[in-house]
């Protein structure tokens, strides 16, 4: 298992290399001059210069990668144009917010899709069956900001001033902030920096159990709710067919049928012995959306007025930002390369044949 | 000593099981698929009995019947399956979970596949005794060491910590088996338990499935297409045909004097070492469509005997099962004034 670890993270290295190499040829293939996108159209002969002079811009293309290699190594991502700040900076604010998001989303399309295709596949073609999948086709086909805005009018305005009511929009309410867990465990730590601490102190919920702020805590919670609903719905719906459809093939295997000639009660054949093998197709897709929430929750966040990874990127692409653009996308796909790599762990964790390759 | 094995055993014996009449059937959209209509046999303390036939005769859905493990859309409609007098069918889920693996257990004919792949086969075969058996841990794990050394698996305790992916065919058959016998149970089917393996394997199996037999004075039900493998391992038989039993006899008898035109033809299929032969004897047509049979006998359409002594009843009505000569039983209506109906 450990040997397996190491074969898959030495991969994981010429993959990020490859990931810094794209970013970057991304960025010089983008058409027209980076001098006249950034200072406009009227830019004079010499201002470009000492544009580019400045940038880098004059130094051949090998060199400018050395350079960028070497500043990203440094974990140096360039200054934003258009907010003028160090892009680290912005990562540091924007990708809290995504990150617990995605969690939330996930969480609630694990534990509620999981279920659900346990059930249906136990209760293979009766009337709950039925009613399961046809909730999940209907989640899958549901748009995210009409759910988002269907949600947020539901509990956010219908359920005004009953115990349902849940904060339409935003990540705390007014007036209830949280203390900074660095700051009150004492530790000295630049708020702007890309630091860990910075980066946990962001994501609001992991922050107020760390200082232990209940209060804050259940506020913090309360505003994920809809959002996480409305971006997991998708994935629950997913992972419920997925699941269904995964356990009902391993129920017809053979080892299945062996367990149940064992004396094993039906429902710890599902459980036990037919779950973890028909798990593997659902880790896949579980990965997967992973993937996708972090880098496409853009709906959801305009819906629901938190400003993360979603909300930035839209901004700088139509901003011409390319700084941004290009230190959110290599931070993304890194997150990718490190999410892929959990769910081969897991792979190996769930079926010992896939160890041994 | 009495040997309690050949079968002739006195009426007044109970037979461990008796299959009386079982029809299990299959209710697919296309129609009704009768995979069993009207299998009877009796299984005596202590005799290998086998049950021989084509495939999709019935053989394994038999096995599955008696195990109450028919998946839907299959469904036991009439019948009784009886075992040490009581009838399995009416027993409740729970109660049959507590009788698989204990007193009934089953070997499959894939040995890799029917294991669980993501499972050490240890940790398999100590789950038999965990559900059956109140031991304490390192009893469990002494006891199924154990089994995996009768077995005939060298080095068991290491072999404990394997995944099926790491064991031969034949050893994964070992480790079923040992699963099979790791709570004395008192009737073990053995569905083509061979038939995924290759020959020497075979023999070392079927070997180990007779000695086991032999030490715990077990009863073994043996379903088999290998008239080879009946011949040698089992004292009686029973031939099914299309879903019926249509022959029933000790092996010797069945193979020194087979009444049935069907078995007649499978015993002459056997090719004979040393004798030439053109052709193999092939017994001409294939098995009816389950869910439309002929009316009459199921074998009549493919029977050179109802042609050669122009039977005109076989078509139009099946035959009941005859006994010919006591104990040798034959669904035939060459029979008709030969013997009793039984």
């Known amino acids: ?164 009511w849940l904060p339409p929009s935003g990540r705390l309410s007014a007036g209830i902030s949280i203390e900074p867990f660095y700051a009150a465990w004492g530790m000295s730590v630049n708020p702007d920096a890309l630091t860990l601490p910075g980066f946990i102190a962001n994501i609001n919920t992991l922050n107020a159990l760390l200082v232990q702020d209940w209060n804050g805590l259940g506020d913090a919670l309360r505003h994920m709710i809809l959002p996480a609903m409305a971006l997991g719905t998708i994935p629950m719906s997913i992972i419920a067919r997925m699941t269904r459809s995964s356990l009902l093939e391993v129920l017809g295997l053979n080892y299945v049928r062996t367990a149940r000639a064992k004396g094993v009660r039906e429902t710890k054949v599902v459980l036990k012995h037919a779950f973890r093998n028909a798990l593997l197709p659902v880790v896949t897709i579980i990965g997967l959306s992973l993937g996708s929430l972090l880098s496409g929750a853009v709906l959801t966040e305009t819906v629901f007025g938190l400003s993360g990874v979603g909300r930035i990127l839209y901004d700088s692409i139509t901003g011409r930002d390319y700084t941004v653009v290009q230190g959110f996308t290599l931070i993304i796909a890194v997150i990718f390369v490190f999410i892929n790599l959990v769910v081969d762990t897991l792979y190996a964790y769930l079926d010992p044949r896939i160890r041994l390759e | 000593m009495v040997d309690k094995r050949n079968g002739n055993s006195p009426l007044s014996e109970q037979p461990l099981l008796e299959v009386r009449d079982l029809r299990t059937y299959f209710f697919t959209r296309r129609g009704t698929v009768k995979a069993i209509d009207g299998v009877s046999f009796r299984v005596n303390c202590g005799e290998i009995r086998g049950v021989v036939g084509e495939s999709g005769c019935g053989k394994s859905m038999t096995a599955m019947s008696i195990l109450q493990l028919v998946d839907k859309p299959g469904k036991i409609v009439s019948g009784e399956i009886l075992f040490k007098g009581e009838d399995l069918v009416k027993k409740s889920r729970r109660e049959m979970s507590r009788l698989r693996g204990k007193q009934i257990s089953v070997i499959f004919q894939e040995p890799r596949s029917s294991l669980n792949p993501v499972f050490k086969v240890g940790n ?219």
Not at chain 1, 156 to 161: C, I, L, P, S, Y
Not at chain 2, 248 to 256: D, I, K, N
């Open chain 2, 124 to 342: 398999q075969l100590r789950e038999v005794l965990h559900i059956h058996e109140e031991l304490k841990r390192e009893q469990e794990q002494k006891k199924a060491v154990s089994q995996l050394r009768e077995v005939g698996i060298p080095d068991p305790e290491r072999r404990m910590d394997n995944y099926p992916h790491e064991m031969s065919g034949g050893m994964a058959q070992r480790v079923m088996i040992a699963m099979g016998m790791a709570c004395a149970p008192d009737l073990l089917i053995a569905d083509e338990p061979t038939t995924a393996l290759d020959v020497t394997i075979q023999a070392q199996v079927l070997d180990l499935i007779r000695s086991l037999r032999d030490d715990h004075n077990m009863t073994v039900l043996l379903i088999t297409h290998d008239m080879g493998v009946v011949a040698e391992m089992t004292d009686n038989v029973t031939v099914m045909y299309a879903g019926t039993t249509v022959e029933e006899a000790s092996t010797e008898v069945l193979f020194a004097e087979p009444l049935h035109p069907y078995t007649q033809g499978l015993i002459a299929s056997i090719p004979v070492m040393g004798e030439v032969k053109e052709r193999l004897d092939v017994i001409p047509g294939t098995v009816p469509n389950l869910i439309d049979m002929p009316p009459g006998c199921r074998f009549a359409p493919r029977c050179r005997a109802r042609i050669e002594f122009g039977l005109e009843k076989c078509m139009v009505e099946e035959p009941p099962m005859f006994e010919v000569k006591p104990n040798h039983f034959a669904r035939c209506w060459l029979y008709e004034g030969g013997g009793d109906e039984a």
């Open chain 1, 1 to 164: 298992m450990a040997g397996y670890l190491a074969r898959r993270l030495t991969l994981a290295v010429p993959v990020l290399l490859g990931i810094l190499f794209v970013t970057f040829a991304l960025a010089r293939l983008l058409p027209g001059d980076p001098c006249r996108s950034a200072l406009g159209e009227r830019a004079t002969e010499q201002i470009c210069e000492a544009f580019n002079e400045r940038y880098g811009l004059n130094e051949s293309i090998p060199e400018q990668f050395r350079i960028y290699l070497r500043d990203v190594l440094s974990g140096d991502l360039g200054e934003s144009i258009k907010f003028g700040r160090p892009v680290t900076e912005l990562m540091v604010e924007r990708l809290p917010v995504t990150v617990e998001l995605t969690f939330f989303a996930m969480l609630f399309a694990v534990l509620i899709g999981i279920p659900m295709g346990l059930v249906s596949a136990y209760y293979h073609n009766s009337s709950v069956d039925v009613l399961t999948m046809i909730t999940a086709n209907i989640g899958v086909s549901m748009p995210v900001f009409w759910l988002g805005l269907m949600l947020s009018y539901l509990f956010g305005v219908a359920f005004r001033d009953t115990v349902l």
